[in-house]
């Protein structure tokens, strides 16, 4: 069984940085492509980054590019989310997901077989 474990959220002041990690445990983290989405009150989950099971590709959505920065420690079972200059509209509660072969429309939820429980990201003005 895959257990996904997000960390590291809580309350930080606009334009000030964040981490967040996700661990993955029970499977194959070296072959998963992995993302992190994330889901506003009132809205719908919308995805934020990802990287390919070998670290040698990422994605970003528009709204976060040049901000965040997702990475892979596949030695430690672990991705994370580094959120730079942080504004109010990044409040969400964010979500790791680990996608198994093969690894397409990597921006889809609908891509992905095991999620965390979410940690709460609040960015204050």
């Known amino acids: 069984q895959v257990h996904v474990v997000e960390s590291g959220g809580g309350l930080v002041q606009a334009g000030y940085s964040q981490r967040l990690s996700c661990v993955v445990s029970g499977g194959t983290f070296s072959s998963y492509a992995m993302g992190w989405f994330r889901q506003a009150p009132g809205k719908e989950r919308e995805f934020v980054a990802a990287?390919?099971?070998?670290?040698?590709?990422?994605w970003y959505a528009d709204s976060v590019k040049g901000r965040f920065t997702i990475s892979r420690v596949n030695a430690k079972n672990t991705v994370y989310l580094q959120m730079n200059s942080l504004e109010p509209e990044d409040t969400a509660v964010y979500y790791c997901?680990?996608?198994?072969?093969?690894?397409?429309?990597?921006?889809?939820?609908?891509?992905?077989?095991?999620w965390g429980q979410g940690t709460q990201v609040t960015v204050s003005s």
């Open positions: 990287i390919s099971w070998s670290g040698d590709r990422t």
């Open positions: 997901a680990a996608a198994r072969p093969p690894q397409t429309k990597i921006q889809l939820t609908s891509s992905y077989a095991y």
